[in-house]
């Protein structure tokens, strides 16, 4: 192709046409920068259809790893819920709103320990480290983002750093002076009745677990609807 319009601006040269051979000149630039037009356009077209399967390679890794979290979620929710509801009986109890009975040996032995949320992170890791402006759909990636980086970090913060501390440090022993544990979450009873009535300290204790296993709850439930909603957005845009 090159030695035929060579010969063209060889011929205009040797007719000494040198009009015509500016012309063709410069229809001959005008080709080539077209050529290199239409092969930048195609080598961007290949790039994005690239970028497109691997945003839709990353989503679906993600979409599989919310699903694969929200049994772990909602176990933590029915174990905040269950400790919230014994210890609001035993804190009725200390107030002397209801009578011992032995039912009540349940919730005593149904009032410690906390939740340890395992979260599948590995694929959002994946994508920050790839790039994550490889999510086109800006919603979809700040929802994405605010999930991972606030409602499971705040959540596993609280839980660990504070929630975790609290179990430990204060709240179990005051149980464990408190009460003869026979089986935990099965079966416990006061070591002493009375003396556990006047127990402020224990009655304090509860207190503070009703408060904390509420705000746990409140994290997990925001935690789930995030999820969930992360869930739908990608399924809708995996659909287009």
């Known amino acids: 192709m090159i030695k035929f319009f060579r010969k063209f601006r060889q011929k205009f040269i040797s007719e000494g046409n040198i009009g015509k051979y500016f012309k063709y000149a410069i229809g001959e630039i005008i080709l080539v920068v077209i050529g290199i037009l239409i092969a930048l356009q195609i080598n961007n077209w290949n790039n994005n259809n690239q970028l497109r399967v691997l945003e839709r390679k990353y989503l679906t890794e993600i979409k599989n790893s919310l699903e694969s979290d929200l049994p772990d979620i909602q176990f ?24 011992y009975s032995d039912s009540l040996k349940f919730h005593f032995g149904n009032l410690i320990y906390t939740t340890r949320t395992l979260v599948n992170d590995g694929a959002f890791e994946t994508l920050k480290s790839r790039g994550l402006e490889i999510i086109t759909n800006d919603s979809l990636r700040q929802n994405i983002i605010s999930l991972y980086s ?85 399924n809708i845009e995996l659909k287009k």
């Open 76 to 99: 933590n929710l029915d174990f905040n819920e269950s400790r919230l509801k014994s210890n609001e009986i035993i804190l009725q109890y200390m107030n002397r709103e209801i009578i």
């Open 150 to 234: 606030f409602s499971v970090h705040n959540l596993v913060d609280f839980e660990t750093q504070d929630d975790h501390r609290f179990q430990f440090e204060l709240f179990v022993p005051a149980v464990s002076k408190a009460l003869n544990i026979e089986t935990v979450w099965e079966s416990a009873e006061p070591i002493d009745r009375q003396r556990l009535l006047d127990n402020y300290q224990f009655k304090n204790a509860i207190t503070m677990n009703i408060h904390i296993r509420k705000y746990m709850l409140s994290l997990y439930r925001e935690l789930k609807i995030s999820v969930e909603k992360c869930i739908r957005e990608i």
